[in-house]
Nanobody, 125 residues
């Protein structure tokens, strides 16, 4: 059974940093995508960053480019380093896995097969 568990959320001041982790268990992947999405109150879930499991392609939302970085460890853990945080980054952050093989990291949440329960990130001004 696939399980994704996010951690590392919390409070930060504007300009600060947080690092989110996503521990994946129950399966290993050689293709597909692992991604981070976020959802603020009253808004739809939006794409943040994604990386092919083979590491050959990464995608970032325009709003986080240059501030966030996605990376993976060999133990199936995925990280989202968030720097220069802004109040508009406040949201619940979700880790997801898409098993669709593609040369490009998947950015459409409808193409994701597994999700974690999320971790809250709150950025104060």
């Amino acid at each position: 059974q696939v399980e994704l568990v996010e951690s590392g959320g919390g409070f930060a001041q504007a300009g600060g940093s947080l690092r989110l982790s996503c521990a994946a268990s129950g399966r290993t992947w050689s293709s597909g995508t692992v991604g981070w999405f976020r959802q603020a109150p009253g808004k739809e879930r939006e794409f943040v960053a994604a990386n092919n499991w083979n590491g050959r392609n990464s995608q970032y939302a325009d709003s986080v480019t240059g501030r966030f970085a996605i990376s993976r460890a060999a133990n199936n853990t995925v990280y989202l380093q968030m720097n220069n945080l802004k109040p508009e980054d406040t949201a619940v952050y979700y880790c997801g896995v898409s098993e669709t093989a593609s040369s490009r990291a998947e950015t459409d949440p409808n193409e994701y097969d597994y999700w974690g329960r999320g971790t809250q990130v709150t950025v104060s001004s």
